[in-house]
């Protein structure tokens, strides 16, 4: 198989600027989806998340600890790249929950698989701006995302994917292929349901 950076895809550049998360990111997967309480909420208040005082926008540092949190909270025992991509899905499900989110998940299953996927670098981009999502369709019900991310978390993309083609009644597969220090490839297949 051909490397995925080889494939003559241009990879951009990383930003220069610090990173920020959308308060809606953190308000999806936590006051939606997962709805911590006792010590995880304490615990996610702790590395600079509380959803009473949570300002607009938020630092990549403090999302990275509050997934950290909610692995050790809502997927004790599971292994990192698992509980990654549980919480993934997780955070499809509260960020349909969300203003921008039910607009997603009212037209997902209206759209279909392949017009949804060719939509993903644009919800990807409503969740982390800095983030890049390349798709080429490499055959029928097989497609390749190559993904462009200062601090990459691949299993909490597939997560992502796999439950946004959830949405549009098929049996998503997203396996994690090649990674690199900012970029990694997914690929993404899929059977009807």
Excluded at 113 to 119: A, D, I, K, N, T
Aim: aromatic content about 8%; hydrophobic content about 45%; overall charge neutral.
């Amino acid at each position: 198989m051909e490397s995925w950076t080889e494939a003559g895809t241009a990879v951009p550049r990383l930003p220069l600027a610090p990173v920020l998360v959308p308060r809606r990111n953190f308000e999806g997967l936590f006051e939606h989806a997962l709805r911590p309480s006792g010590g995880f909420a304490e615990a996610l208040r702790d590395v600079g998340y509380d959803p009473e005082t949570a300002p607009e926008y938020l630092s990549l540092e403090v999302w990275r600890a509050a997934l950290a949190v909610a692995r050790r909270h809502a997927c004790p025992g599971l292994p990192g790249e698992e509980a990654n991509r549980v919480l993934g899905r997780h955070y499809v499900e509260g960020f349909s929950q969300t203003l921008v989110g039910r607009i997603f998940a009212t037209a997902a299953p209206l759209l279909g698989v392949e017009r949804c996927l060719s939509r993903l670098p644009t919800y990807l981009r409503a969740g982390r701006e800095d983030m890049k999502l390349m798709l080429e369709a490499v055959r029928a019900r097989e497609w390749r995302a190559t993904v462009v991310d200062a601090d990459p978390l691949p299993d909490f993309v597939a997560g992502v994917v796999e439950q946004v083609l959830r949405r549009t009644k098929v049996l998503p597969r997203v396996d994690v292929m090649e990674c690199a220090s900012h970029a990694y490839a997914l690929r993404i297949r899929w059977d009807e349901a």
